[in-house]
């Protein structure tokens, strides 16, 4: 009975497991062995390694938010100056657009200060926007929210094993590409000797 190869030269699955089971069945050669060995490795580098890289990135993010939550201490809004007009849309489009950069002034605890900011389309010179600053009175941007932060958390807890998974079945693909060419170079390798035997060519 042969066994067609999957579409694509790819091993059935079912095979592929039967074939990592380390019974003490006499064909099964080196790179058989290799492959059970490296499987059971990545396995318990899966298990050991997806709640380990899911707490270590959760407390990396954490440690990060607190790290923003002090530096957005001082943050506070002021109002702007705008000392030039903000361009118009051209041809008057009505769907959103992003806010153009406009030269405006704000007041700071080091003095007046000037820097361009976001303004709405059309707005004229001397009108106020408000903006983020911190205590020296350089802008900021809007600070991030704590339901912000915590949900950094949890994507960095939920993005860590699932890239150490991906990581992994590449390393178990790359593994059976290198050991599939092993076992059909052994089998040439055998085949060379063996056929003579049955054709009878010496």
Known sequence: ??????????????M?????????????RAADRAEFAIAALLLVAFLAGVPLTALTAARWAAASGLRAERAQ???????????HDAPTPPGGLSFP????QVLARWASTAGPRTGK????????AGSTVMV???????????PVAAAGLAGR?????????????????????YAGIFLDWRRMAAWDADWAVTEPQWTGRH
């Open 16 to 28: 592929r497991a039967r074939r990592l089971w380390p019974d003490r069945n006499p064909l099964r």
């Open 132 to 142: 983020w600053i911190d205590r020296p009175g350089r802008l900021t941007g809007a």
């Open 1 to 14: 009975m042969v066994m067609e190869p999957q579409a694509g030269g790819g091993m059935p699955l079912a």
């Open 153 to 173: 958390v949890l994507l960095a807890a939920m993005a860590a094993p699932v890239a150490l998974s991906v990581m992994l079945l590449v390393l178990w693909a």
């Open 73 to 83: 201490a001082g943050w506070h809004q002021v109002p702007a100056v705008l000392l």
């Open 97 to 100: 657009v992003p806010w153009p």
């Open 117 to 124: 900011i976001d303004a709405p389309p059309g707005a004229k």
